[in-house]
């Protein structure tokens, strides 16, 4: 795999798993499989593999081929985790890893209209079979719901002029092009000048989460997660915005301290105080893992 390509924060998660005893894994995000190689080859016996894109399943397919049946692939949603586990008769696993948001493939590819990079189609959709795409979903929605969505997804202060930009920008004629929306957030957001990030980064990120429902259900999949781990089974996640991580280790928090509401008696053991972070050469190598913060806990009784 090139640096763009790589699995983030390699290492660290076959050290947290601890798959060179064997057992059962499962990727609930599979992409290109690099994390599902470290742990076959650190010693897990069996991988069970999730991602909601066709396209990077049939990539992690070639690449982990030499495995042969002891990669299982599921084309579903991470928060479809125990549905899949069901529909499998796969037992408690010996831990779980997930490597949320947006794949460097998916970046790298115009035609998914994640980036604003290279011009291309509005879709953004992680799984192009499901779904409205974000050309879509600007098309009809509210001047002040659009504003919501950037704020709160985005984090951007300047939501409410950028908002008022596209809705205006659409009545002329749709916007279906990345390099189109990009165009009409930067004239909106000003600024000028040397700018550390482009101005229509934060844009871009909170219509993506919005498209896919990223943060939908993010701390009911942290719970199926740890009741589908054995005793002593390990879970891994893995997140690159302030949101995602957020929610996780608020989840993990209550889970540790029994007081997580529906949790059925499932309690961890959470084994970082702090976000584990990318060391200078990674971040050096590979400019995907400069946000990367890794959370992981140990299943208890």
């Known amino acids: 795999m090139t640096p763009a390509h790589a699995p983030v924060l390699l290492s660290e998660t076959v050290a947290f798993l601890q798959p060179s005893a064997g057992g059962t894994f499962v990727d609930c995000t599979l992409g290109l499989g690099g994390h599902t190689a470290a742990l076959l080859e650190a010693g897990a016996s069996r991988v069970i593999g999730l991602d909601r894109d066709t396209r990077a399943l049939d990539a992690a397919r070639e690449r982990l081929a030499p495995w042969g049946d002891r990669v299982v692939f599921a084309h579903a949603d991470y928060r479809e985790l125990t549905a899949v586990l069901a529909r499998l008769d796969v037992g408690p696993v010996d831990g779980a890893l997930a490597d949320l948001g947006v794949s460097s493939m998916q970046l790298d590819e115009?035609?998914?209209?994640?980036?604003?990079?290279?011009?291309?189609?509005?879709?953004?959709?992680?799984?192009p079979t499901q779904g409205p795409t974000a050309a879509e979903l600007l098309a009809t929605v509210d001047e002040y719901e659009l504003a919501d969505v950037i704020?709160?997804?985005?984090?951007e202060r300047k939501s409410r002029r950028i908002a008022r930009a596209i809705v205006a920008a659409r009545e002329e004629a749709p916007i279906e092009t990345t390099?189109?929306?990009a165009a009409i957030v930067r004239r909106a957001a000003g600024g000028g000048g040397y700018q550390r990030i482009d101005p229509a980064t934060r844009t871009f990120q909170a219509l993506r989460i919005?498209?896919?429902?990223e943060l939908d259900g993010l701390d009911g999949f942290v719970h199926d997660?740890?009741?589908?781990?054995r005793l002593g089974g390990r879970l891994v996640i893995i997140a690159f915005h302030s949101l995602e991580d957020r929610v996780i280790k608020h989840t993990l928090r209550l889970l540790a301290s029994g007081e997580a509401p529906d949790a059925d008696g499932c309690r961890v053991r959470v084994l970082t105080k702090k976000p584990v972070m990318a060391g200078e050469p990674e971040r050096h190598a590979n400019a995907r893992s400069r946000s990367a913060k890794l959370r992981a806990a140990e299943r208890v009784a």
Do not use: K, Q
């Not at 919005?210 to 429902?213: A, F, G, L, Q, S």
């Not at 997660?225 to 781990?229: M, T």
């Open 179 to 181: 390099g189109r929306l």
């Open 110 to 127: 115009p035609a998914r209209g994640f980036s604003f990079r290279a011009d291309g189609p509005l879709d953004m959709r992680m799984d």
């Open 225 to 229: 997660a740890v009741r589908a781990l």
């Open 210 to 213: 919005w498209v896919n429902r």
């Open 151 to 155: 704020y709160r997804f985005g984090e």
